[in-house]
């Protein structure tokens, strides 16, 4: 799914926080932009963006996770958390027992890039994005500005999938990835 809309607006970047729970939460709570599900040898996940980035939601075997990139104001319901971070400058790398068998690793990166590196980039995902989607591009806060953009690939791996999304912030030339597996 491609899209723009002009009442879209991405949040700030220092606005935003990571969480992962152990359950799964309403999807009401979420105002979805674009979407993909997938469904797998042991898995279904389910890739949703928002406004102010994502929802991946995955089932293997028993476990079920949910791990949100979204805005620091966000009600989210406190029960179920497994892992909670500000998305701060530098990397962060989380790994968790979800069962006996089953472990979540996380990396989670903020970079700030040269104004032609993060050009280059965004390039690069706009084109990986036209192909591969889900791609959501938000409206800029000036219209001759690079509009932010998010996307969501997938690769899969031997027990599974490896989801990285990337979310890009053109006023501040910031990019957060996260890479993600349920194993």
Known sequence: MYAMTADLIRPPVTALRFVVFGRFLHPEL????????????????????????????????????????????????????LVEHTIEEGERTTSVFVAPRHRYHCCLQRERLPPEQFRHMQDELKWEGERSKPLFYYQPQHRLRLAPLSLIRVQPVRNGLTLTAFHTFPDDWTVVKTQSLLE
Do not use: K, N
């Open 30 to 81: 979420f105002t979805v932009v674009a979407a993909r599900h997938l469904v797998g040898p042991g898995y279904t996940v389910h890739m949703r963006l928002i406004p102010s980035g994502h929802v991946f939601s995955w089932l293997q075997g028993e476990v079920c996770l949910e791990e949100v990139v979204a805005e620091d104001e966000m009600e989210l319901p406190t029960g179920g958390r």
